[in-house]
């Protein structure tokens, strides 16, 4: 059985996607480090079997933790085993620049084993609710390989990313994949930066609206008056509800 | 002016002059890899306060830095921002 392996960095959705494509139930949350060994799972969405192997999130493939070690250190083995077919990029398409900047790691890694890759970028019904648009013809044909929009979350796009799972044979090896491996640091942040600029979403308007939410819900007094209150709340409760089951008074 | 990036005020704009001696290289790569560069500009979006890490925007990313670690990176601020 062919197979594929999902990497990306944390909180960029890989266990959701998984789940999606394999049917099963791995935990998920909407905090980085829930995946922290290997899961491995047989897509039920593909014509032909491939088994998908998810790995713990990594920002780099420099790793700095425990846990992008051996997320790095399980996709350079996997990478450059035979029967390994694809490499599915994940990123945040509402961090872009970050997640184009690993992309091109990914990549040159694949190349090197002659693997291609598909860049998939996540998260994309967050940009449509912001009006914004990621430009996926346009960024796919600049860094190379196959890019795919989809919302894990909501399935958009998860039909696309399919049909391109079906036809892995036609999957070119990556085009640029020499050239992001012989760059420096700050040759592949500059081209992150570029591509960002040129086919992801104008402005900043993605991070002012985050921001704003923050501001909201971490700076407010309301707010800070509703959790400080939704504290006093449970801890009585558990008062209220803990001392008899204990035998207190 | 040149302090450290844990003193930028929020919405105030820096320059990123240099990175200190003494920081470990596995966390200056990644520094680097973040942007946390040279020549680069800044700017702090948000001070939670309890000595919580703070949040920074460059380029179109936002990462959010503990002190120790934001302490190491000297700015030169943007004069008017």
Redesign the interface.
Known sequence: MSQAIIIGSPNSGKSLLFNRLTGLNQRVANFPGITVDIHTGQSILTESPVELIDLPGTYSLTPLSEEERVAVQQFKSAVSKEELRLVICLIDSTRLERGLYFAQQVIAEAHKNNKPVIVVANMIDTLNFHNLHLDIEGLSDALGVYVSAVSAKTKEGLERLVQQLNSLESVLPNKYGEIYANDSIDELKERAKDLTHRFGPKGDLLIRAQNKIDNVILHSIFWRSCIFRGHVFTVSIHLYLGGPIHGRN | MGINLWTLEPNKSAVIRSIEAGVPE??L??L????F?AGHPVIC??Q?SFGAPR?Y?I????YSLDQDIAQCVQVDLVEGA
Request: aromatic share 0%.
């Open positions: 596995s966390i790569h990644r680097k890899e973040l942007g560069s979006l948000m939670p949040v925007q380029n179109q990313s936002v």
